[in-house]
């Protein structure tokens, strides 16, 4: 049975989500705090986090940085917030879905069920990938990702994106055909989603994310990643 943290403090809310959750067979632990969302992310191990980012202790996107920076359970933010620039901006500090109130249960839990499937680990085959002459490191059996022998942090979505194209190195990708891996093919939000978690890529993997070496434009076309050196 999935585990899902619900982090609400709007309590009719936060009893619909529960409700359809263990109505599709869920497990749910619910709070309307910040901090107790925090207190159990620490002890507990959940599945997935759906977050609402009005909280009344403190901002639900301090919350989703401090629970990005240890876990990578995906994110589903919830928020009054609709236009395209908060959007990107929530998928920016580590989310991997944001939903816009007022919503219908039903699609919520379509989405749950998206980013759970392209999130589950046994999609993903155990391998150890090397780049840039040993640069980069992508351990999928242990799901983690090293620049220059140091751990670094990825979303769910960051490290899908970058295992998808890994794998097929110097192929070129439309941002289309990315969110189709990505996010799903029933993925109905902006292509510029891509774009962004490219920019967060490289921050996190290239000596200089402004000429990157690995993660490269083709204009007019997507991108592609190339696994030489520089």
Do not use: W
Not at 60 to 66: L, S
Request: contains cysteine.
């Amino acid at each position: 049975m999935r585990k899902t943290l619900i982090v609400e403090d709007e309590e009719k809310i936060r009893e619909v989500i529960v409700a359809y959750l263990k109505r599709d067979g869920f497990e749910t632990t619910e709070t309307g705090s910040g901090n107790e969302a925090l207190h159990e992310v620490s002890k507990n191990t959940f599945d997935l986090m759906i977050l609402d980012l009005m909280l009344p202790d403190m901002n639900g996107e301090d919350v989703c940085q401090q629970v990005r920076a240890t876990c990578p359970m995906p994110i589903i933010m919830l928020t009054a917030k609709a236009s395209i620039n908060h959007r990107i901006h929530g998928l920016s500090i580590g989310a991997d879905d944001y939903i816009v109130k007022p919503f219908d249960p039903n699609e919520l839990i379509a989405r749950v069920r998206t980013v759970l499937r392209r999130t589950n680990p046994q999609e993903l085959l155990a391998e150890r990938m090397e780049y840039g002459e040993g640069r980069l490191i992508i351990d999928n059996q242990a799901k983690m990702v090293f620049v220059k022998n140091e751990a670094i942090g990825l979303t769910p979505s960051e490290y899908r994106l970058l295992l998808v194209m890994a794998r097929n190195t110097d192929r070129t990708f439309s941002r289309e055909k990315l969110i189709e891996l990505v996010m799903g093919y029933d993925f109905d939000g902006d292509a510029r989603i891509i774009d962004q978690h490219i920019k967060n890529l490289r921050q996190k993997i290239e000596d200089d994310p402004k000429k990157p070496s690995f993660i490269q434009t083709v204009f007019g076309t997507g991108y592609r990643f190339h696994g030489g050196s520089q």
